[in-house]
């Protein structure tokens, strides 16, 4: 009995250690046990799946700190980790993030922007776009490459609201 | 040939398109709305851009969005497909002047041919008769009225700038007519931007015929026969058929003789239909030419052996139509149903949503051009098309017998169609015997 409430509060801890470092895979193995963990991911996982093996020559799982030895992904924040909003191309044209090729980009990861705020420049037939924030909040992420073709609909830009 | 070519449409059209793409290993960028995000032909393309929310204004039908994908992809020419942009002539210029090649007849043939009232003149320089009519637009009512005691009623009004059965009216006598041509002019400018009307004399009980053209760049233009698009509901074609089952040799060649006239007149090239009304003595009339591939491409595609997409695409790409006209043969006869997203217990309303249940059918003979599947969702905003069932076999009644049997055999649930309204037709002796005109549908169904 007492074995399976401390087995428990290990799956709970190992799920509460999964969620804190958006790991999607967790697998233990010791002897001939084994525990593999799933966390369903929401959206289509691309290959950079972080996953953290861990083999335990122990006897109680987890008795030993973990190595992690997972690549966190460089893109993929989880999605509802937190309420952030989208900026997304409301046209078919080419990204600029910057108004001529030696300036510095409009925005930033970190900067302020109002709904005026030009974030970016899209060209499409040799008319250069600015594209304006349309929202208050702060820019967490950037999606696209300065020359990326972006099509009508893709997100640009991840934002906290305000 | 093209190393990569836009798609600038949708649907059953642009699946086609791509088909016949992969055969000629020519590369294609599809167009999609939102709407149409999760099409399965869009896995066919080699590359799909999203270009804008469903409605058309602001997606198929923007011409900015789409030469910005064309740009971003760097493809070398557009195939524009039929409707949306295919004959709209400013967007066959814009393709030209941003360096892609427009995947059709020349932007004057298309403004020659594209005008209705130009086309006739055309066809009168040709030696191509025309239904009696006004030589050019009327302004005023009171010139109908004139115009109209002169022909002799009944008359058609129709719009310079239209078709599809729009900005149309047919009138019997006086009473009707000054009513009659402020409607017509009304919808004319409300459908296609222009109230511009021209008058006709009404044939009655007339045949609906048309010829499909080829033409290349180098002057060798040749005809691939003829359809008999007489089973038309509101002017909206339902059934297409080929041959024509009551032309007699003389007059097919004919037909088909003054199409090439017109189109060599235009100086045309690529696909083009050559219409006519045909007269219950047989007396032919130039109605209009369609500088375009036609939904129903493929009745003749099934007779003549020829895939007339790819050579759209040859044509375009320069290559010469070397082909002999007596190489051309029509053999047997084949019949197209357009299957609609309406019902037609009730007007034919249209009748959008998910198709829940799909099963097509097959067998000899059988050819189903459609974009549509199990599980797929008839938007509100397109054309309510969502299949089109071509028979090919030896005889007409054969094909008559294996169409029904394919109807019978589709499953579309549990959004109504128009397939039990084609399976009435079929069955009904008039058209079994092939004693039709465009009015026949709607005097007696």
């Not at chain 2, 059934?239 to 100086?267: F, G």
């Not at chain 2, 109807?407 to 549990?414: A, G, M, T």
Request: charged share 25%; proline share 6%.
């Amino acid at each position: 009995m007492a074995h399976k409430d401390a087995d428990l509060r290990k799956i709970k801890e190992l799920i509460k250690i999964m969620t804190d470092n958006e790991l999607v895979e967790v697998e233990i193995k010791h002897g001939d046990d084994k525990i593999f963990l799933k966390r369903s991911h929401g959206q289509q996982v691309v290959n950079q799946v972080p996953v953290m093996r861990i083999d335990s020559g122990s006897a109680a799982v987890g008795a030993q700190t973990p190595e992690i030895s997972s690549q966190p992904t460089a893109a993929q924040p989880s999605p509802g980790a937190e309420n952030l909003a989208e900026i997304k191309s409301p046209i078919v044209g080419t990204f600029y993030a910057t108004p001529s090729p030696d300036s510095d980009p409009y925005v930033e990861v970190g900067a302020a922007v109002g709904p005026q705020t030009v974030v970016c420049i899209i060209e499409a037939m040799k008319v250069l776009n600015e594209i304006k924030a349309e929202m208050s909040g702060t820019i967490v992420e950037v999606l696209v490459s300065n020359g990326q073709a972006v099509e009508y609909g893709q997100p640009l830009f991840k934002v906290k609201p305000d | 040939m093209f190393s990569r070519i836009l798609i600038a449409n949708r649907g059953e059209i642009a699946l086609r398109i791509i088909r016949a793409c992969r055969e000629l290993d020519v590369e294609t960028v599809a167009v999609y709305s939102e709407a149409d995000k999760d099409a399965p032909y869009l896995q066919l393309a080699d590359e799909a851009v999203c270009i804008g929310p469903a409605d058309c204004a602001r997606s198929y039908l923007n011409i900015p969005r789409i030469i910005s994908a064309a740009e971003i992809t760097d493809v070398e020419a557009i195939h524009p497909g039929y409707g949306f942009l295919a004959e709209n002539i400013h967007f066959a210029e814009v393709c030209h002047e941003c360096g892609l090649t427009f995947i059709g007849p020349p932007v004057e043939a298309m403004q020659l041919l594209g005008d209705k009232v130009q086309a006739r003149e055309l066809a009168h320089r040709a030696g191509v008769p025309v239904v009696p009519g006004s030589e050019g637009a009327i302004e005023k009512d009171t010139h109908a009225l004139d115009l109209a005691n002169e022909m002799g009623y009944p008359i058609i009004i129709k719009a310079a700038a239209g078709g599809g059965g729009r900005g149309m009216r047919v009138v019997h006598n006086d009473i009707n007519l000054r009513s009659a041509f402020s409607s017509a002019r009304a919808e004319a400018k409300a459908a296609f931007g222009d109230a511009t009307v021209y008058m006709e004399k009404f044939i009655v009980e007339p045949r609906h015929v048309e010829v499909q053209i080829m033409a290349d760049k180098h002057g060798n233009a040749l005809h691939f026969y003829e359809r008999d698009c007489s089973t038309q509901r509101r002017h909206q074609k339902m059934i297409e058929e080929s041959p024509c089952p009551v032309l007699d040799k003389r007059t097919r060649q004919e037909l088909a003789d003054a199409a090439l006239r017109i189109i060599k007149e235009a100086n045309y090239d690529n696909a083009a239909t050559v219409e006519f009304i045909l007269d219950k003595d047989k007396g032919y009339y130039f109605i209009e030419a369609n500088t375009r591939i036609q939904v129903e491409h493929p009745v003749t595609e099934v007779v003549t052996g020829h895939d007339l997409i790819k050579w759209q695409l040859k044509i375009a790409a320069g290559e010469h139509l070397n082909l002999s006209q007596r190489s051309i043969k029509l053999t047997g006869a084949a019949i197209e149903c357009r299957i609609n997203a309406e019902d037609p217990e009730r007007d034919f309303a249209p009748c959008p949503g998910t198709i829940t249940k799909y099963i097509p059918p097959g067998g000899p003979g059988v050819r189903v051009d459609t974009h549509v599947h199990q599980g797929w969702t008839v938007s509100p905003s397109y054309d309510s098309m969502i299949a089109k069932v071509i028979v090919h076999q030896r005889t007409r009644t054969d094909a008559i017998e294996t169409m029904k049997r394919a109807l019978r055999e589709f499953v579309i649930e549990p959004i109504k169609t128009t397939i039990p309204a084609c399976l009435d037709i079929l069955s009904h002796n008039l058209f079994v015997k092939s004693k039709i005109d465009t009015g026949f549908v709607e005097r007696n169904f």
